[in-house]
């Protein structure tokens, strides 16, 4: 499935310009003090007033008032991308719900989960920009402008309305995508990897360390080893890899069970005392990750050595399996932290490589994910 086109959808075009304007106004003013009514107006008409009357030729298009001060036009700016992503959100939740009926399309293709994940994002940025710019009470025309004449607040005065709007509008609209786009999706979609990550969405060509981290996603706490991962036509789930792990357990040892190696009870009884120690330490704290950092090495070198029957490893048993997985992991997680770093940092932390794999966050780091 391509998922490259030439189209843009026209009300995400219109968001993305009025975006754009926007925050060339606020950044501007971020080189100087907050912004106030007494000089709102001359610093926003360094913005306001380009070459051949851009903005008033943006609104005018737009079907908006071209009249009024500066600050009047931006507020009529950004009332329009609030409106433009509400439309786009609704629409998108219109589109959906269609899905598979006989309907007319409203635009030449359906509406991109991305470009309204994006599109929200962007109006979110203009939105926090103005509001940690604005710090003037009397800058009523702004609240008048934007504000719907329903919107119900707690604040008596006009400064405190306007940023209790904005802080409405920013927490409003994540939920809203959030209902119609999960937060966390790490799916294949026929040539390409839908992978969403908080406040960001993109798409990944396929490829093996995709798929290797699907696997482990779908199954927290759970080790798979490599050469599971790696078998060919093998669909790792709960089920079958427990099939496959039982098959490589018959070809490593023996019929007869023995009791495990005495090297492996000690560096078991090492881990599970530094796993006590773990819980009386502050999760978050220095100390906290560099405890945790150990427990992960003290795992990985009992996974190198011994199999989990307790028994020494054959030489190099499953070696090649082990460098193709964390090859084919690692330029993986190259290629999402170019794009989604946040997602990146939170594979390197939970998501483990060696003989057996695991992806292992706390539980208040798993994530919902939709695999």
């Given at each position: 499935?391509?998922?490259?086109s030439?189209?843009?959808?026209?009300?995400?075009s219109?968001?993305?310009?009025?975006?754009?304007i926007?925050?060339?106004?606020?950044?501007?003013?971020?080189?100087?003090?907050?912004?106030?009514s007494?000089?709102?107006?001359?610093?926003a008409?360094?913005i306001?007033?380009?070459p051949?009357?851009?903005?008033?030729?943006?609104?005018?298009?737009?079907?908006?008032?071209?009249?009024?001060?500066?600050?009047?036009?931006?507020?009529?700016l950004f009332?329009?991308?609030?409106?433009?992503?509400?439309?786009?959100?609704?629409?998108?939740?219109?589109?959906?719900?269609k899905?598979?009926?006989d309907?007319?399309?409203?635009?030449?293709?359906?509406?991109?989960?991305?470009?309204?994940?994006?599109?929200?994002?962007?109006?979110?940025?203009v939105?926090?920009?103005?509001?940690?710019?604005?710090?003037?009470?009397?800058?009523?025309?702004?609240?008048?402008?934007?504000?719907?004449?329903?919107?119900?607040?707690?604040?008596?005065?006009?400064?405190?309305?306007l940023?209790?709007?904005?802080?409405?509008?920013?927490?409003?609209?994540?939920?809203?995508?959030?209902?119609?786009?999960?937060?966390?999706?790490?799916?294949l979609?026929?040539?390409?990897?839908e992978?969403?990550?908080?406040?960001d969405?993109?798409?990944?060509?396929?490829?093996?360390?995709?798929?290797?981290?699907?696997?482990?996603?779908?199954?927290?706490?759970?080790?798979?080893?490599?050469?599971s991962?790696?078998?060919?036509?093998v669909?790792?789930t709960?089920?079958?890899?427990?099939?496959t792990?039982?098959?490589?357990?018959?070809k490593?040892?023996?019929?007869?069970?023995?009791?495990?190696?005495?090297?492996?009870?000690?560096?078991?009884?090492?881990?599970?005392?530094l796993?006590?120690?773990?819980?009386?330490?502050?999760p978050?704290?220095?100390?906290?990750?560099?405890?945790?950092?150990h427990?992960?090495m003290?795992?990985?070198?009992?996974?190198?050595?011994?199999?989990?029957?307790?028994?020494?490893r054959?030489?190099?048993?499953?070696?090649?399996?082990?460098?193709?997985?964390?090859?084919?992991?690692?330029?993986?997680?190259?290629?999402v932290?170019?794009?989604?770093?946040d997602?990146?940092?939170?594979?390197?932390?939970?998501?483990?490589?060696?003989?057996?794999?695991?992806?292992?966050?706390?539980?208040?780091?798993?994530?919902?994910?939709?695999?």
């Amino acid at each position: 499935m391509m998922f490259e086109s030439a189209y843009e959808n026209p009300l995400v075009s219109r968001i993305a310009e009025s975006a754009s304007i926007l925050e060339s106004y606020t950044a501007n003013m971020h080189s100087e003090s907050p912004l106030d009514s007494a000089s709102i107006i001359s610093r926003a008409t360094i913005i306001l007033a380009l070459p051949d009357d851009q903005v008033d030729d943006l609104l005018e298009i737009k079907g908006l008032a071209v009249e009024g001060s500066p600050d009047g036009k931006a507020a009529l700016l950004f009332k329009d991308i609030l409106n433009d992503t509400q439309k786009l959100i609704s629409e998108y939740r219109e589109e959906n719900s269609k899905s598979g009926k006989d309907s007319t399309p409203k635009y030449e293709e359906p509406i991109d989960k991305i470009d309204v994940v994006n599109s929200a994002k962007q109006s979110i940025k203009v939105a926090d920009q103005l509001a940690g710019l604005i710090k003037d009470p009397n800058l009523l025309e702004i609240f008048k402008i934007i504000a719907p004449d329903d919107f119900v607040c707690r604040s008596t005065d006009e400064y405190g309305r306007l940023q209790e709007f904005i802080n409405s509008y920013q927490t409003d609209i994540p939920t809203q995508v959030n209902q119609e786009i999960p937060e966390y999706i790490f799916k294949l979609m026929g040539e390409y990897w839908e992978i969403r990550f908080g406040d960001d969405i993109i798409r990944l060509k396929d490829s093996k360390g995709l798929k290797y981290i699907n696997s482990l996603l779908k199954n927290p706490y759970q080790p798979i080893r490599s050469d599971s991962l790696t078998a060919p036509h093998v669909n790792v789930t709960s089920s079958t890899r427990e099939d496959t792990s039982n098959q490589v357990k018959e070809k490593e040892a023996p019929r007869v069970r023995y009791a495990p190696d005495t090297v492996y009870v000690n560096m078991t009884n090492k881990i599970k005392e530094l796993e006590e120690l773990l819980l009386q330490l502050i999760p978050g704290s220095n100390e906290y990750f560099l405890a945790e950092k150990h427990i992960k090495m003290e795992r990985k070198k009992r996974s190198r050595d011994f199999n989990r029957a307790g028994q020494e490893r054959p030489h190099d048993s499953g070696e090649k399996a082990r460098q193709a997985v964390f090859t084919a992991i690692t330029t993986a997680k190259k290629r999402v932290n170019k794009s989604l770093p946040d997602l990146f940092a939170h594979l390197q932390r939970y998501l483990n490589t060696g003989f057996e794999c695991i992806y292992d966050p706390p539980p208040s780091e798993l994530k919902s994910w939709h695999l």
